[in-house]
């Protein structure tokens, strides 16, 4: 049974790092420095588990004077289950209840279309970001 904890960077950091370290570091290249950053000791932070393995996760952050969605995760043999999309639609749903009425993602350009099912808009040009992996920002706007 997929269970989910939100909570604070004192109780699912850890635990959300095993995740990112596996995918973004081991999988992706992403170095340690780029990948962990002095934004996820502010976060809100979703870990999905399996039983009590985690599994998926994502982060809730303000910066740049706006509210962004990122890091958002899933270990290789949970893929294609909808787990990402429940991390977001999580995430959104806490967002909301928290009163926020638009969360930005810089998506890799390949999980653009994800984004985009899940109510995410494409703005602006396509950058490098994340040791130079394509990225482009999107938007996503509360209908509450």
Excluded at 10 to 20: N, Q, V
Excluded at 73 to 81: D, F, H, I, P, T
Excluded at 87 to 111: D, N, P, R, T
Aim: with cysteine; charged share 25%; aromatic share 12%.
């Amino acid at each position: 049974m997929i269970s989910t904890k939100i909570g604070k960077y004192e109780e699912l950091f850890k635990l959300a790092y095993s995740i990112r370290k596996v995918v973004f570091v081991n999988e992706q290249g992403v170095t340690y420095d780029t990948e962990f950053d002095p934004f996820d000791p502010e976060a809100t932070h979703i870990v999905l588990f399996d039983n009590e393995k985690p599994i998926a996760t994502g982060r809730l952050i303000f910066k740049n004077s706006e509210w962004q969605i990122g890091r958002v995760a899933v270990l290789s043999e949970y893929r294609g289950q909808g787990l990402g999309a429940r991390v977001m639609k999580e995430l959104l749903e806490y967002a909301e209840a928290q009163g926020i009425k638009k969360i930005h993602v810089h998506s890799q350009c390949h999980a653009q279309k994800f984004y985009e099912k899940l109510g995410f808009e494409a703005y602006g040009d396509i950058y490098l970001e994340a040791d130079g992996i394509e990225h482009t920002s999107m938007i996503w706007a509360s209908n509450a």
